[in-house]
């Protein structure tokens, strides 16, 4: 127990963290997750309850993403889901030389599905809005693509694919859409504006969604939903015990029963009300450096902010200084608005920014 205790004072809070897409886990999530701390999904036929828990937890992200009859599983983030998602779209296809095609501002998670699986990775070019330029994407598209990826949410700048028009090109070719909204997943369905990026849109044959992410779960936990219920079937292993479609054998259960506490206490007027405030923050944000002439690369559509400044690594090592966790990322300075930042936060890192500018 001292030695624990020694660990947790010496490990960080988020305090001043703004690089992080991760945050505190709501305090219900963490309950259940210490409540079924012990519990294996590897072996549902000895959880049972946990089992339950999962189908609940995943029809609650279908009916959040267009589809309440989704069939999917929590993974352990996002990175999984992508990795679980080129593997379903390669076992359903009969193409020996398999190519997916991805977004230039696409997650490295498609890089280790192409090590894992052997296809080929083809990226598209990206627009002047930073999001993919859908005849990029066509040109790059040939008989042997299996899957297309739309991002719904970027991680450098929290831009949405234009998702209808790639659904278009994947039904045409006859391609998996798989859509990354491992970040966005939980932020876009609560914006003020709607777009169109779930499994309404024709040809969205499966979605990431990280509850452990803007859902305010625990670690680890990801979602991977599929509107095919056979595409999610072509992920199946016999084991000793039961039949898995996970990418991992042994996993817990406890952020399972985590994100389904939080999924249920939150439901969609509290996460709205999350998402509300991030928003505003994030405006407050962008209109505070403003008034001393710093803009960011594109008006934020969800609770990202990438500025553009001059002598950047120099500033970063500064606010750096000043205990702020930032991120440099294609020549900007890149912040996430989550939930554990308060307006007093927002104001003393643009009172920090604003002096460092002028050094
Ligand atoms: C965070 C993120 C991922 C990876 O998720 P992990 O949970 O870190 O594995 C993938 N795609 C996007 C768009 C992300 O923002």
New binding site residues.
């Given amino acids: 127990m001292h030695q624990a205790n020694e660990l947790k004072r010496v490990n960080r809070g988020y305090e001043r963290v703004l690089s992080s897409?991760c945050t505190y886990p709501h305090p219900v999530a963490v309950r259940a997750h210490i409540d079924h701390i012990h519990t294996n999904l590897g072996d549902p036929n000895l959880f049972p309850e946990i089992a339950a828990f999962e189908r609940r937890a995943i029809i609650i992200l279908g009916g959040l993403l267009g589809a309440a009859d989704a069939v999917g599983y929590i993974t352990?983030?996002?990175?999984?889901?992508?990795i679980q998602a080129v593997r379903a779209s390669k076992l359903t296809s009969s193409t020996r030389k398999p190519n997916i095609v991805v977004p230039k501002s696409?997650?490295q998670?498609f890089n280790k599905a192409r090590d894992f699986t052997g296809v080929e990775v083809r990226q598209a070019s990206l627009d002047t809005r930073y999001a993919v330029d859908v005849t990029a994407v066509e040109e790059l598209v040939d008989e042997d693509t299996i899957c297309i990826v739309g991002?719904a949410?970027?991680?450098a700048l929290g831009v949405i694919d234009p998702i209808p028009a790639l659904a278009q090109v994947a039904l045409e070719n006859d391609a998996f859409l798989h859509v990354?909204?491992?970040?966005?997943g939980f932020v876009i369905p609560f914006l003020e504006k709607k777009y169109h990026f779930d499994f309404a849109v024709e040809g969205v044959r499966s979605i990431?969604i990280?509850p452990?992410?803007m859902g305010m779960s625990t670690i680890?936990s990801?979602g991977l939903l599929f509107k095919r219920p056979g595409d999610f079937d072509a992920l199946s292993t016999n084991t000793f015990y039961s039949v898995e479609s996970s990418m991992t054998g042994t996993r817990g259960g406890a952020s399972v029963a985590a994100t389904l506490a939080v999924l249920e206490h939150l439901g969609v007027h509290g996460y709205r009300n999350v998402v509300r405030e991030c928003m505003r923050l994030t405006n407050l944000c962008v209109e505070e450096a403003a008034e001393f002439g710093v803009y960011p690369v594109i008006s934020p559509v969800m609770n990202i902010i990438a500025f553009k400044l001059p002598r950047l690594q120099q500033l970063a090592l500064r606010l750096t200084a000043r205990g702020w966790r930032i991120s440099v990322m294609e020549g900007a300075l890149r912040i996430v608005i989550m939930p554990h930042i308060n307006e007093t936060t927002i104001l003393e890192f643009i009172s920090d920014l604003k002096e460092l500018v002028k050094v």
């Fill in positions: 897409m352990s983030g996002g990175t999984e889901s992508n696409a997650h998670s991002i949410g970027t991680t990354d909204a491992a970040f966005g990431a990280d452990h992410k680890p990801g």
